[in-house]
């Protein structure tokens, strides 16, 4: 059960008493009273300023929270002297035999919570949860969990990013990172191109549109077993590769494509950004002010899925759920990243702020947040749902949150009682 009960939750009642004051015992039997159970504090023990008593003598100091105790020790608090100042161990669930040692040695009496009158019904909010504080999340105001995904948000975004060692570097990574999202959900083999071919030599080694998506269609293997040209564009396409591969001993990759409903073939994503590139063939131009509305491919891929395969409706706009993958996971990131670095600041703002203008996602990760705390509000929140789970949720590292934070405040929300 210690590992089904998230840290958060002990801090939680803890800090708001709720638990039976005449069922609290330490482990050796002695009669435990909270007059006041601290102030929590982000560093050292967890609450300091309690002031308990231990079968009538009162005592003051501080209290460490864990959840088994053996963590006291895993810790390693028995080696450090601020935690001197300890005068009990809360825990969740703890043995007769057990001990917590400070570093002089010193006995410190532990108290577990689990047998202090919690229901049965409060315990079961905690168990088999997707994050530590899910069963509490709708305890803490809206506007501190919005204030919490636009942090993470940030982080996120520095996350996917790093310190370029050129600026080649980084364009290179932007191509990689455009490709990958421009295939989805076959981002991989699109990433396996780009890496084969970098932008630079790609807009250098091809002059036109045609060109470009000969390239790219012939790279990725797509050209290979067609059937023979029925239009002149398809005689022109395959011409136009032949030439090409002979001129720069390029070889067609071995992927293994599956099929997916238009728009999402590869044939109509290649021409995509086949179309992308001829518009920008400077990615510079593309990072510095990215456009509002996406290219659409050349006549014939507005037309067809694949080759030989003429699509049930014409390609009129952009496919929008690609075109915001594509300013989520590549364009906007990187955009914003080199902005900064170039030191235009007020124009890393103004993406900044077209990236929260952007519709939320869903995935696995903003459907938790919106069942159990609130959701995200635009797609820079739901990145920082991402990362707030990845990071700081599955690590558990609550105490280091804002709303683990507000969990441990000592006042009650209105309207929490055991019982529920």
């Known amino acids: ?55 009538g003598v009162r005592w003051a100091g501080s209290v460490e929270i ?6 006291w020790y895993a810790h390693r608090h028995h080696e450090n002297p601020k935690y001197a100042s300890v005068i ?14 400070d570093w002089q040695g010193r006995a410190i009496p532990i108290l577990p919570l689990k047998s202090a009158g919690i229901p049965p019904s409060f315990q079961a909010r905690f168990s088999g949860l997707p994050f530590p504080c899910a069963g509490l999340a709708r305890e803490v105001p809206q506007e501190v969990w ?11 975004l520095k996350a ?5 060692r050129s600026e080649n570097e980084l364009m290179q990574a932007f191509w990689i990172a455009l490709a990958y999202a421009m295939g989805a ?53 395959l011409s136009t590769w032949q030439y090409l591969r002979r001129k720069h001993s390029w070889q067609s990759l071995s992927l293994s494509w599956r099929p997916f409903r238009p728009p999402a073939t590869a044939w109509v994503r290649w021409s995509l950004l086949a179309a992308l590139l001829e518009q920008f063939p400077n990615p510079i131009h593309l990072l510095e002010k990215p456009p509002q509305n996406l290219p659409l491919p050349s006549p014939y891929w507005q037309r067809h899925i694949a080759w030989q395969k003429p699509a049930v409706r014409p390609l009129t706009r952009f496919p929008p759920l690609l075109h915001q993958n594509i300013f989520i996971n590549a364009l906007l990131p990187f955009s914003i990243h080199y902005l900064r670095h170039t030191g235009q600041l007020e ?9 929260q203008q952007l519709p939320p996602e869903n995935n696995r990760y903003t459907r938790l947040y919106a069942r159990y705390a609130y959701p ?24 280091s949150c804002a709303v683990g934070n507000y969990l441990r405040r000592s006042e009650p929300h209105s309207g929490t009682h055991l019982s529920e």
């Open 376 to 399: 995200g509000r635009n797609a820079w929140q739901t990145q920082g749902q991402i990362q707030l789970y990845r990071i700081a949720c599955q690590s558990q590292s609550c105490l």
């Open 66 to 71: 864990d959840r088994i105790p053996s963590e």
């Open 146 to 156: 919005q204030e919490v995904y636009d942090f993470w948000g940030e982080q996120r």
């Open 160 to 164: 996917r990013l790093h310190i370029y």
């Open 1 to 55: 059960m210690a590992a089904l009960v998230p840290e958060v939750f002990l801090h939680y009642l803890w800090s708001r008493k709720l638990f039976d004051s005449a069922s609290l015992h330490t482990v050796c039997g002695q009669r435990v009273e909270v007059l006041h159970p601290g102030t929590p504090q982000s560093a050292g023990p967890d609450f300091s300023g309690a002031i308990i008593r231990i079968e």
């Open 185 to 237: 959900p076959q981002g991989s083999l699109f990433q396996q191109v780009a890496e084969y071919l970098p932008w630079t030599y790609l807009t250098r080694y091809t002059n036109s549109l045609l060109e470009k998506e000969a390239t790219l269609f012939g790279l990725s293997g797509l050209l290979e077993g067609v059937g023979p040209p029925a239009a002149p564009y398809e005689q022109e396409l």
């Open 88 to 101: 009990l161990h809360v825990v969740w669930e703890a043995e007769p035999t057990h001990r917590t040692l």
């Open 347 to 355: 124009a890393a703002v103004a993406q900044i702020a077209q990236f």
